[in-house]
C-alpha cells in the first residue's frame, strides 16, 4: 500500500516517471498532475498515520515517510542541476518540496500536523501560480521568433512545441525586458519556492523545520536546510535568465507586406490561393493578456506576497481543514 501510494505523489525512490512526465505533457495537464493528483494522497497519508499510530501493526508507517522524505530532499535538489528543460526542473523541485512535506507527516504531532497542512495549502498555490506563469509566457512567445542564426537549432529540440510553447529554461532568458510584470511575478513565486522571507514559502519551511527540531529530528534538519541551499540555485538561475540577459527574439514576420496591404497565400483544399486586405500595423505592446490570467496571476502573487500581513486567516483556514479531515 504505501509503495502504490508513494508512487502517486512521486516521492524519491519512486520519482522516475515523474520528470518525463511533467515533460512530455501539455503544460495544463501537467499543472492538473502535479497538484490536484497529489491532494487527496496526502490527505489519505494524514488519516492513515493518525488513525494507526496506537495500533497493534508491528509495521511503522511513519519510519519509510521519513526515509522516503531524506532521499527526496537529496535527490530533488542535486539533479534538479543538471535540468535544462524547465517543466523537469519544476518536476524535481516537487520531489524535493514533497520531502519536506513527508517530513511533517513523519513527526505526527500537532506542530507537524499544521505545518504539513499549511505546507500542502501554500505550495499547492506556488505551484499552481507558476505553470499558469508558464502558459502565459507560452501565449506572448507566439508573436515572436528567434533573432540569432545560433538559436535556430533550438526548435528542432521542443518535442511538443504546440502544446507546450515554453520548454527550455534558455527560452526565457530576458523575458523582462519582452514583459516586466510576468517576470516580476515568476520571480516572486521562484523565491516562494526558495523560501527567502517574507514570501509565503519561507514560514512553511520554518514551520516544518520548527517542528522537526522539536522532535529531535536534528539530522533531518540539517539535511533540508543544506538541500534547500542546494535546490536555490537552480532557482535563483532561472530568475539570472529572465533578468540579466538580453532575449533573443524578434517580432515573427508571419505575412509579407506590400503598399499598405497584406498579402496571404497558400493552399486550401488544394487550390492555390491569393488574397490581399489591408494592413493592420501592431507591435509587441498592443498583444494584451486576458483579464482573467491577469486577475488570477495577480491574485495568486499578492497572497504569496501579502501573508505576513495576513497570517491569522492563513491558520485558521489550516485549523478547519485539520478538524474537517479527522471529523473533530
Known sequence: MVMGFLFKVSPASFH???PDVYDGIPTIVTTFVAIIGKISIFAFFLELVYYTEYSFFDFNWTSVFLFSSLLSLIIGSVLGLSQFRIKRLFAYSTISHVGFI???????TTESISAYIFYILQYSLSNLNAFILLVTIGYTFYLYVYSKEDNKDKDEILIDKANSPIQLVSQIKGYFYINPYISISLAITLFSFVGIPPLIGFFAKQMVLSAALDSGYVFMCLVAIITSVIGAVYYLNLIKQIFFFNHDYSTNPSVIKDDGYIRLTGYTYGRY?????????FSPESIKISGSLSSIISIFTLLLVLFINMPSEWFNVVSILTLTIFKA
Do not use: G, P
Open 16 to 18: 522516475f516517471w515523474a
Open 102 to 108: 513527508l517530513l511533517a507527516l513523519s513527526i505526527n
Open 273 to 281: 490561393y491569393k488574397k490581399s486586405i489591408e494592413k493592420i500595423t
